[in-house]
């Protein structure tokens, strides 16, 4: 199945969603030690949208994300009442975001950089939120929006979360805003609007060091001879009394 065939299909689902509900998109994004990633992305709408539309974009979606490799399982919130699709796969390198294979509704949306800063390591991201309200046009049709099409998709829900999940300690990050953390992972809270046409995130982290070779096998060696040095040189005190009796006995 080509990328375009993929692309046009995603631009219809949006077109649906934007146009019609509360759309829900969620990504996410794990990096490992290895400098390799896992990509995760949700896709949710309102379960009553799907339940009176006249077409079901969600099937004909996931059998395209599964026909490049992306591993595709139903998706549901209850307390939105929403549903939808989770779309997961394996990044050999976090560099891989930049040329995602179709499927992946940021594909061609997302450029990223991974850096150092001293002593941590940095990622940078840019993601063209005008280039997801593009789509949204084409699906409606080459014209621009009109006056009123616009202000229906600023008064609709839109709802982008973009999480990362570092191999290491966040000692940085921006904007503040819209942001949580929690240990190893931060999430943005990043609305889609048309008037926002990009939205750049950065952040640091302190990758986990290991302990080298060279002292993991002195501290092994210790270990052992501790074991086998450590009773012999440990000796109980004899009581008093014992030794005067035995004392006596000799006498």
Avoid at 115 to 131: N, P, Q, W
Avoid at 138 to 150: K, Q
């Amino acid at each position: 199945m080509s990328r375009i065939w993929l692309s046009r299909m995603f631009v219809a689902f949006l077109s649906l969603l934007g146009l019609s509900a509360c759309l829900t998109l969620e990504v996410r994004t794990r990096l490992g030690p290895d400098g390799s990633a896992e990509r995760t992305v949700v896709i949710a709408v309102d379960s009553v949208l799907l339940q009176t539309a006249a077409i079901d974009p969600l099937g004909s979606f996931r059998a395209g994300a599964e026909a490049n490799g992306w591993r595709v399982e139903p998706y549901r919130d209850p307390a939105r009442d929403q549903e939808g699709l989770r779309l997961h796969r394996a990044l050999a390198t976090i560099e891989d975001l930049n040329h995602l294979a179709a499927g992946d509704p940021l594909a061609g949306l997302e450029q990223v950089t991974v850096g150092e800063a001293g002593e941590f390591r940095t990622l940078s991201v840019t993601l063209s939120i005008s280039g997801i309200m593009d789509r949204l046009r084409i699906a409606a049709g080459e014209p621009p929006f009109s006056p009123e099409d616009l202000s229906l998709l600023r008064a609709a829900e839109f709802r982008m979360v973009y999480e990362v999940e570092f191999p290491g300690p966040i000692v940085e990050y921006s904007p503040r805003s819209g942001a949580q953390v929690e240990g190893r992972r931060i999430r943005w809270a990043i609305p889609l609007r048309p008037d926002q046409p990009v939205a750049s995130l950065y952040a640091a982290w302190r990758p986990a060091r290991s302990i080298p070779n060279c002292i993991g096998g002195w501290i092994g060696l210790a270990t052992v001879l501790g074991a086998i040095i450590g009773p012999r040189l440990w000796r109980p005190p004899r009581r008093a009394g014992r030794d005067v009796l035995q004392h006596t006995v000799r006498e």
